[in-house]
């Protein structure tokens, strides 16, 4: 056999103003854009990543595979028409040379400037050149489920984890069942709904209630046979689209019966609980405040409004202060992106004295938010070339490349500044400069749930800090006007 396998990955955030160009689909391996043919399976085979399992199931059938492109980005605004049509004219161009399946590593919230649904244009773009092609599709938890997407797919499985440490075993999933279609032992027939639900991300993780008990169904579903794949999606909601959502997707064996009664279960468990996917914001001061009482480190401040992995800049200056200003010491902060403050204490060098603007130089329009920069002083305490392997249950195995990063003490504040944006969700951030984490009493991450796999295990405790930026949990803040509605908490009203 013949398998043709892809990624192409970006969560856009509407409200984000960072370009997503072709260029930024190289986040992992530090290249500029995506990785072709030969060099895919150089960079993710082995990797905890759904497309390293296609390799594995490829490798056990003996199958041929080939890798037109892969490629992910981070989060931002959206993905340029250019890189969109590079994605699908790569993978339309290796359907049309023949195959028998089609892998496919996508994340399942990609907009682009002139497609609320770049998934969904993907797959009916390759059903148009090979209309009875097997296609099986990983998605991200975030995805915002569409028509487009399942009309054109096989099968689909979603992550079942967030922070995601489950995406090797949804590869799995999908191409197991695809797999299993091929040798004509099933039929998948893919069942699914979508909730009017703008779910806020610090409220819809499967590891806590209220999703928990919807997810839980879904798995036993699945592993008691009783449907080929359920999976459902919290959605992403920093998104203005009519596609999103809560959804449910569930792949049986034929039409109907049980496949479509569990997604109306799922459905059903999701809506009567949607009161508790909306978050309590509490001030950013407060937070601050409280977690300067708490005794024993290392302690989690969680700034999830300038979140990187959602779209935010990585430079939003304002939770810093205030935990400057609060007289909080031992305190070691997550990457700032800033290349040229790097520049300067580069320039600086290590062990030198400095005072430089830190942060605050990116506007953020869509909410009315400008930059603030951050005048700091403090010796530079480490320079780095930014580079680190993931050992976290995360992205296991992963290169990650930071570009050039420095550490500026402060003075019982070490802040870490680098040339690319990254949600820190491996301890290598902190220890390839040098940092302990384990060592010091706070550490100041950007970032919602994703920190947890590898912070969670070390925390004595987590305060979440609501710094401003457009990842922000305050959706009053944010201009929407392609959303369907009504749609809650936006319509207290909204129906199902």
């Not at 990543?49 to 199931?57: C, G, H, S, T």
């Not at 969109?84 to 994340?107: K, M, R, S, Y």
């Not at 951050?374 to 530079?380: E, N, Q």
């Not at 940092?435 to 987590?462: C, D, G, M, N």
């Amino acid at each position: 056999m013949k398998f043709v396998v892809a990624m192409m990955k970006h969560e856009t955030n509407s409200f984000s103003p960072l370009p997503t160009p072709l260029s930024s689909f190289g986040r992992t391996g530090g290249h500029d854009g995506p990785l072709y043919g030969s060099h895919v399976a150089e960079v993710y085979e082995g990797t905890n990543n759904p497309i390293a399992a296609y390799f594995d199931l490829a490798r056990e059938e003996g199958a041929e595979v080939v890798t037109p492109v892969a490629g992910e980005a981070w989060p931002g605004g959206p993905v340029s028409d250019d890189a969109h049509e590079t994605f699908v004219q790569a993978i339309c161009d290796a359907v049309t040379q023949g195959c028998d399946a089609l892998l496919l590593d996508l994340h399942g919230a990609m907009v682009t400037e002139s497609f609320d649904d770049g998934e969904g244009e993907l797959l009916k773009r390759i059903r148009a050149v090979a209309p009875d092609l097997p296609i099986a599709v990983a998605l991200d938890f975030h995805t915002n489920m569409s028509a487009a997407t399942v009309e054109n797919a096989t099968v689909i499985t979603g992550y079942r984890t967030y922070p995601h440490i489950d995406m090797h075993e949804t590869g799995l999933r999908a191409g197991r069942t695809l797999l299993r279609a091929l040798k004509g032992e099933i039929m998948p027939v893919i069942q699914w709904g979508s909730l009017p639900l703008l779910t806020h991300m610090l409220c819809q993780t499967p590891s806590r209630q209220p999703m928990k008990d919807v997810m839980d169904m879904a798995i036993a579903a699945e592993a008691q046979g009783r449907v080929l794949n359920a999976s459902v999606f919290g959605g992403f909601p920093l998104a203005d689209h009519p596609h999103v959502g809560v959804s449910a997707v569930v792949v049986g064996n034929g039409e109907g019966g049980p496949a479509n009664d569990l997604k109306e279960a799922l459905l059903e468990l999701a809506w009567d609980r949607r009161a508790d996917f909306v978050y309590a914001l509490e001030p950013m001061e407060v937070s601050i405040a409280r977690a300067k009482s708490l005794d024993d480190g290392p302690i989690v401040l969680v700034e999830h409004g300038d979140n990187c992995g959602a779209g935010g800049n990585q430079d939003v200056m304002a939770a810093i202060e205030e935990i400057m200003r609060q007289g909080l010491t031992d305190v070691a902060v997550s990457p700032v992106w800033d290349p040229a403050a790097v520049a300067q204490m580069i320039d600086a060098g290590k062990g030198n004295e400095i005072t430089l603007d830190i942060g605050g130089k990116t506007d953020m329009p869509a909410i009315n938010l400008k930059g603030q920069p951050l005048t700091l002083s403090g010796h530079v305490q480490e320079i780095t070339d930014g580079r680190f392997a993931v050992t976290g249950p995360m992205m296991t195995g992963m290169q990650i490349n930071l570009g050039r990063t420095a550490v500026l003490d402060c003075g019982g504040v070490e802040i870490m500044v680098s040339e690319e944006r990254m949600e820190p969700f491996d301890l290598g951030v902190f220890r390839h400069a040098g940092i302990e984490p384990t060592e010091r009493k706070y550490l100041v991450v950007k970032s919602r749930q994703h920190f947890r796999a590898a912070f969670e295990p070390i925390a004595k405790h987590i305060v979440e800090v609501a710094g401003p930026g457009v990842c922000s949990s305050d959706y009053d803040l944010f201009p929407f006007e392609k959303l369907r509605r009504p749609i809650y908490p936006l319509d207290p009203d909204a129906a199902r």
